[in-house]
């Protein structure tokens, strides 16, 4: 069980908004910078969010991140079949000292 | 263009040992630090190591630690990972990241099964 926690899976319609949620602790997203991969079927992750909020260059802004306390949230509108994949979110753990991710959504645009 | 290319994955027996390969291009590779990150079959990601640029700092998750040697050479622009020890549990894709707090650039992976 991973100490940060995801939403097995989402679902929406084409067109539609999804959230997906990543709760932790104050030694990890609550004093730490969380990013936000996103991994389609057979390929490595990939970057798309960092630093909670930030998008690297390429990425639409049809994405975006946000973080409260110890939770983050990871935001995609219009959403497009090519979307459906596995999305984790990440961060360092301080008393850890370890990265964590969590378990990992699976996106399913229906 | 950034690349990274892991290679030295492959079938290996409970207790033995394996070394992984990382080899990076297209960026100035003794700036960042690098990471490895695995995912078992049909599981999630679990980071395992890092290193930072001049390799004086090396972190672990706790499950391999005393099993698994992260280090890197510069001027070869690469990163390794000696694992040891191996159990059933280190199967998985095994990708390098540059660590860039974020992980901002991956390889393809390498497979490594533990398997008699």
């Known amino acids: 069980q991973s100490v940060l926690t995801q939403p097995p899976s989402v679902s929406a319609a084409p067109g539609q908004k999804v959230t997906i949620s990543c709760s932790g602790s104050s030694s990890n997203i609550g004093n730490n910078y969380v990013s936000w991969y996103q991994q389609l079927p057979g390929t490595a992750p990939k970057l798309l969010i960092y630093e909670n909020n930030k998008r690297p260059s390429g990425i639409p802004d049809r994405f975006s991140g946000s973080k409260s306390g110890t939770s983050a949230t990871l935001g995609i509108t219009g959403l497009q079949t090519g979307d459906e994949a596995d999305y984790y979110c990440?961060?360092?753990?301080?008393?850890?000292?370890?990265?964590?991710f969590g378990g990992g959504t699976k996106l399913t645009v229906l | 263009e950034v690349q990274l290319v892991e290679s030295g994955g492959g079938l290996v027996q409970p207790g033995g040992s394996l070394r992984l390969s990382c080899a990076a291009s297209?960026?100035?590779?003794?700036?960042?630090?690098m990471s490895w990150v695995r995912q078992a079959p049909g599981k999630g990601l679990e980071w395992v190591a890092n290193i930072k640029q001049d390799g004086s700092e090396k972190y672990y998750v706790d499950s391999v630690k005393g099993r698994f040697t992260i280090s890197r050479d510069n001027a070869k622009k690469s990163v390794y990972l000696q694992m040891n020890s191996l159990r059933a549990e280190d199967t998985a894709v095994y990708y390098c990241a540059r660590d860039g707090h974020p992980f901002d650039h991956w390889g393809q992976g390498t497979l490594v099964t533990v398997s008699s």
């Open positions: 990440g961060t360092w753990d301080s008393s850890l000292s370890a990265v964590l």
């Open positions: 297209g960026f100035t590779f003794r700036s960042y630090w």
